[in-house]
């Protein structure tokens, strides 16, 4: 019996069009501009564990059950997580040509076409040296590519009989996503005194841009999918949760300067990005202000946004266009509107279409 497709969760979408303009700020901003909220920008990159996770749960709400009933077909859902991931990667490659010189100049020339026949491939992110080879978010395709491998087994995991079991195995999760940042801290190979986001060492590549440390994020939430199940929709602890995910994620940020980066890059946060992610994920006032139509709408193109923001800026700003226009004195403000608007352009002109055809062709 075919089973029933889930029911979408507005409210999620419509986080990720924060969680992805977030990333933007963080890469073309000063935090500063943004006052209360300036620790939320310097941490940008906690958006980045964030999808990670999110991207666990959402699979995990769509394709659990089938898994768990035998229905899940995985070569036909490894093409369609093709379809839906690779005509925007392709697309972000074509338009970082003007990178090509500087990634010759930078690497030697065995690392260099090294670079040249992984990224195309998804597999540069196994390289740390190469992790951001050509545009620098991609690297992140590389273990997304690696966890759509994984999933048809991870979904066909056995539930737990109880609630608290699946919180036991939730807690598991957590504490070896801490490992490796942990391990960072305790040994710090690369011998810099406070690291933080602006810092550089090979250990600390590997740590930020490799797949395997961020896995069990992509867990953490494969798991809380299952939570999901048990936790009534319209009850009051899903507000809750969502309440206290979004504030003590901002009081960690806010005042927790003394957190060692290397935790806070990605494992330490998971338990919180969870409450929040099961606060959106029920019916309430705070999933329906998340929901509300035009985040929804930005939060569609978020995947866009996120691979191609760089490109975009690059292209804004090479071209001189602000200036032509006499709108330079707008940026960067500006340049974050047209942003938004060329990655909405971008989904409904280049992935969507290319995704139903592709699909067509692979009967995905």
Not at 336 to 344: F, K, R, S, W
Request: net charge positive; glycine share 8%; proline share 6%.
């Amino acid at each position: 019996m075919e089973l029933r497709k889930p029911e979408r969760l507005n409210a999620l979408t419509g986080l990720r069009s924060f969680a992805a303009v977030n990333i933007v700020f963080f890469h073309f901003s000063n935090p500063r501009w943004f006052g209360i909220f300036a620790p939320v920008v310097n941490a940008g990159y906690a958006s980045v564990s964030f999808f990670i996770l999110l991207s666990g749960f959402v699979l995990a709400y769509n394709y659990s059950s089938r898994a768990r009933n035998g229905q899940l077909n995985r070569v036909r859902f490894w093409k369609a997580r093709f379809t839906r991931l690779y005509p925007i990667y392709l697309l972000s490659l074509l338009l970082s040509w003007r990178m090509i010189a500087p990634e010759y100049s930078a690497h030697t020339h065995a690392m260099f076409w090294t670079g040249m026949v992984l990224t195309p491939l998804l597999l540069q992110g196994w390289v740390p040296m190469l992790a951001t080879f050509l545009n620098t978010p991609a690297w992140t395709m590389s273990a997304e590519g690696f966890f759509y491998f994984l999933f048809p087994w991870l979904a066909r995991w056995r539930r737990p009989a109880r609630r608290w079991h699946y919180l036991v195995q939730l807690g598991i999760v957590w504490a070896i996503g801490l490992v490796p940042g942990t391990l960072y801290v305790v040994f710090n190979p690369d011998g810099i005194a406070h690291p933080n986001r602006f810092s550089w060492g090979p250990w600390l590549q590997a740590l930020k841009f490799t797949p395997l440390p961020h896995l069990a994020s992509f867990v953490f939430g494969v798991l809380l999918a299952a939570l999901d199940e048990l936790i009534e929709r319209a009850g009051g602890l899903r507000l809750f949760l969502g309440l206290f995910g979004f504030t003590a994620l901002f009081w960690i940020l806010e005042y927790g300067t003394r957190v060692p980066y290397a935790l806070l890059h990605d494992g330490l946060l998971m338990p919180i990005f969870g409450c929040m992610i099961l606060g959106l994920a029920g019916q309430n006032a705070l999933a329906r202000v998340l929901g509300w139509r035009p985040l929804v709408f930005v939060g569609e193109a978020s995947y866009c946004l996120y691979l191609l923001h760089f490109n975009f800026w690059n292209l804004i700003h090479d071209t001189h266009v602000l200036n032509r226009l006499g709108l330079a004195r707008f940026d960067p403000w500006i340049s974050y509107i047209i942003l938004v608007a060329m990655a909405v352009l971008a989904l409904h002109l280049v992935e969507k279409p290319a995704q139903r055809k592709l699909r067509q062709w692979m009967a995905a």
